[in-house]
């Protein structure tokens, strides 16, 4: 079974589901892989609220997709300063390749993340378009750096990033002394504060989307569900795509999100790296979001011994 039969085989099974159900399902039957997990969760999100390209929901999109080219089609393509080398992710809306962007006669490694062919609704384009104003915004050493935008000779948007050579924080925490693991989430806590500052909620935050380099710097990426807070009335809009294992309350239940909702995220994410696993009652036994003082939810998570 390929991966496009896999999606939609998974799609089919946990549509109808509750979110809560539904999750523990996709964990369930995924076995861990973030990769598969997400791709069904995009086409979930897309079927509640079709848009553009998904008038006719997410299995019309599925079937749509499956015919266009292959993410490795762009492979080798070179264009203005870039050149496409690797691809190095898929989610729903985009793919993600190394590039090499060359500029004055000097090269550098570059991410280059490319909407899918297919999505080009209004809709897509201004989710594409607002993550690039969210990155452009974002200035500090442990967020992803943005550097250019564009669009390929057969007018796809792209955007331009640093390339982060890293793995998972929770992957790079096995073995780590539990001080090490607090000094780099403490700067994954300086990064996130800074996006809150300017009213940017990242909605998605999960050990994927926060890579640590090899000199132990961690980087927070994937602002493409990020919502921009309203700033008389300190919600985001509701809905969105989401990861059900990393995702607060109020957004498996399709509420607005504030910043408590990556305030939620990262304390689970704390409890992750801290016990080496999320929360044993998992997603459906939350009742209530954590907001407020995030030092109380660090201090809570710190306090429980690994078992």
Not at 14 to 40: C, F, K, M, S
Not at 110 to 128: I, N, S, Y
Not at 280 to 307: C, F
């Amino acid at each position: 079974m390929n991966e496009w039969d896999r999606v939609q085989e998974l799609f089919a099974e946990v549509a109808e589901l509750a979110p809560a159900e539904r999750a523990a399902r996709l964990r369930e039957r995924t076995g861990g892989d973030d990769r598969i997990a997400r791709r069904v969760e995009a086409l979930l999100a897309a079927d509640t609220s079709p848009v553009d390209a998904l008038d006719d929901g997410a299995a019309a999109l599925l079937a749509r997709l499956s015919e266009t080219p292959r993410a490795e089609a762009l492979i080798g393509l070179t264009f203005d300063a870039y050149r496409i080398d690797d691809r190095i992710s898929s989610g729903g809306m985009a793919h993600v390749y190394r590039a090499t962007r060359r500029v004055g006669g000097a090269e550098r490694r570059v991410a280059l993340k490319v909407l899918r062919p297919g999505l080009d609704g209004a809709r897509f384009l201004e989710r594409f378009e607002r993550e690039r104003a969210t990155l452009a915004a974002l200035e500090h050493e442990n967020v992803v750096t943005f550097l250019d935008a564009g669009a390929l000779p057969d007018g796809r948007p792209f955007l331009v990033m640093e390339y982060v050579d890293g793995e998972p924080i929770t992957v790079w925490a096995r073995g780590v002394s539990r001080d090490d693991v607090l000094e780099r989430f403490a700067e994954v806590l300086a990064a996130v504060q800074h996006a809150h500052q300017r009213l940017v909620v990242h909605r998605d935050l999960k050990p994927s989307n926060v890579l640590v380099t090899p000199n132990g710097t961690p980087k927070l990426l994937d602002f493409g569900v990020a919502a921009v807070l309203e700033e008389d009335g300190g919600d985001a809009t509701a809905g969105g795509p989401l990861t059900p294992a990393y995702a607060s309350p109020e957004q498996l239940r399709g509420d607005p999100v504030t910043t408590g909702s990556d305030v939620f995220a990262l304390g689970l994410l704390l409890h992750e790296l801290i016990d080496g696993a999320l929360p044993a009652d998992g997603p459906s036994g939350r009742e209530v979001t954590v907001r407020g003082d995030l030092g109380a939810v660090i201090r809570k998570a710190v306090a429980a011994e690994p078992s």
